[in-house]
């Protein structure tokens, strides 16, 4: 996590996030401007403002319970006393037992628009 006086940064890396082009190697994913990178700074951002954010995206849910179980993790990090080196676990876990595995029932064959960086768990349907 960064330091708390690391605003310009921040504000820096949103605009930086916003301004950058999709590649032709991005075009159906969800890389460059919706992607990963902009929903962590940008709540970053949003949470050393005192201001919440809202996550909508286009491609279902699969992007708004990523956001949710990261900043879920985070907010555990920083009001609760997780170590950060266990955040993408605590994270990792929120998602194989979340809400994130009830859409990925629901959506099973539906082309997923989520960056390679973050897979749909896995899915025993009954």
């Not at 960064?2 to 082009?21: G, H, M, T």
């Not at 201001?51 to 491609?59: F, G, Y």
Request: hydrophobic fraction near 40%; include cysteine.
């Amino acid at each position: 996590m960064r330091p708390l006086n690391a605003l310009d940064e921040l504000y820096r890396l949103v605009a930086s996030f916003i301004r950058s082009k999709r590649t032709a190697a991005c075009a159906n994913t969800a890389c460059s401007a919706s992607g990963v990178g902009l929903l962590s700074v940008s709540s970053e951002l949003c949470t050393r403002l005192g201001a919440c954010h809202i996550l909508m995206c286009s491609s279902g849910v699969h992007r708004c319970t990523l956001s949710v179980t990261l900043e879920q993790a985070i907010i555990l990090a920083r009001s609760h006393g997780l170590p950060p080196r266990y955040i993408m676990q605590a994270t990792d876990v929120m998602r194989k037992q979340g809400a994130r595995v009830q859409n990925t029932a629901k959506n099973l064959g539906v082309r997923d628009r989520t960056p390679q960086s973050y897979p749909p768990p896995v899915v025993e349907v009954q």
